[in-house]
């Protein structure tokens, strides 16, 4: 068996987003990221504000986990 065929399905599914991501980022900016300019992106305040929306979106999911879960 391959390796990837071994993989947990958590992992393959984070390969997956990964993969996916990758897609729409050359097709949104043309290149993918190991050749994105280092001069062009500020990769920390760019990390930051990715780290900000985890937030603000973990946030929501658990608001509306907590509809869900309390009763009326």
Same mark, same amino acid.
């Given at each position: 068996?391959?390796? $990837?065929?071994? &993989?947990?399905?958590? $992992? ?11 897609a729409k ?11 994105a300019s ?27 986990l907590e509809?869900?879960?309390?009763? &009326?």
């Amino acid at each position: 068996m391959s390796e $990837t065929q071994n &993989r947990p399905e958590v $992992t393959k599914r984070i390969i997956e987003l990964l993969d996916k991501q990758n897609a729409k980022g050359k097709a949104k900016y043309g290149s993918t990221i190991d050749q994105a300019s280092d001069q062009h992106y500020d990769w920390k305040l760019m990390a930051m504000e990715e780290m900000v929306d985890l937030i603000q979106y973990q946030q929501k999911e658990i608001m509306r986990l907590e509809r869900l879960l309390t009763p &009326r």
